[in-house]
């Protein structure tokens, strides 16, 4: 059976490695499908679909964008998206200004609290990305000695709760899906049991979604099984992947959550329905 992971990440967003070098260890793991699912952009799909079909991969172009409800950050994988689409753009380009705002925020807070990081630091870590995130101002921490690992720089600093923490600017989740669908792509929730919610199912209720993903590394067996019948009492696609970052994490490392080609076939039925 055709393994298919969808979701990773390189490092125009908050990954380690380029995105050629994504699909060719997804390639060398045995994964005959991906999704490749940078936060917030688009940057790295043309040079990984081009990769991915020198290596015979299917690949399925995507991003994961930042909602906001309540308060509560909230992620949405996007399958099938299509490189410069106007709509989509706009939508990007906003959430990189909030993310820019944010990091901006974040040093203003560390200036306060004693800590010397500029902005250099922070785009020096943060390398090709596209998205600068919290992780890339945890990176140039650990690069100026602030602290020496990564879990350290949240748990001091950038945690909820932690004196240099700044709540994510997000847009609205219903603005976010109509755009997703508008500009042709499938919206899928992501993660869902990492929100801390008792009853995801009734918090997202109304949400217009495509799909759910039900195979997460933060997922246990039963879970996986709770938001894949989730998923199917709604009649969408219960989709899965390893949110792989890199090294960094080894217990989530590629492929260590797939899901069969099939459900790939199910997204693009979806999207093809939702474009007649």
Do not use: N
């Amino acid at each position: 059976m055709t393994r298919a992971d969808l979701h990773a990440h390189s490092r125009v967003s908050d990954g380690i490695f380029p995105p050629l070098e994504v699909v060719r260890r997804a390639h060398g793991a045995g994964i005959g499908a991906l999704a490749l699912t940078d936060h917030d952009t688009l940057a790295g799909l043309d040079e990984a679909q081009r990769e991915a079909e020198r290596l015979g991969l299917a690949f399925v172009p995507g991003c994961e964008v930042s909602v906001d409800v309540a308060g509560r950050d909230i992620h949405v994988l996007a399958y099938f998206v299509t490189v410069g689409d106007p709509r989509l753009q706009a939508l990007l380009a906003g959430a990189e200004r909030m993310r820019d705002e944010r990091m901006r925020a974040t040093l203003a807070r560390l200036a306060e609290a004693g800590v010397t990081l500029d902005e250099a630091d922070v785009r020096r870590a943060a390398a090709a990305s596209h998205a600068i995130g919290r992780l890339h101002v945890a990176r140039a921490l650990v690069s100026r000695g602030h602290v020496e690992t990564l879990p350290e720089a949240f748990l001091r600093y950038l945690g909820s709760g932690a004196c240099a923490y700044v709540p994510k600017q997000t847009p609205s989740a219903s603005d976010t899906l109509c755009a997703l669908w508008d500009a042709g792509a499938v919206p899928v929730l992501a993660h869902p049991g990492l929100y801390g919610l008792e009853e995801p199912e009734r918090f997202f209720a109304d949400w217009d979604l495509g799909g759910i993903e039900a195979r997460h590394p933060s997922h246990d067996p039963a879970s996986e099984a709770r938001f894949a019948a989730w998923a199917a009492a709604r009649g969408v696609a219960a989709t899965g992947g390893s949110d792989w970052h890199g090294d960094e994490r080894p217990s989530a490392y590629l492929g260590c959550r797939t899901v069969a080609a099939e459900v790939v076939d199910a997204l693009r039925q979806i999207r093809r329905r939702c474009r007649a």
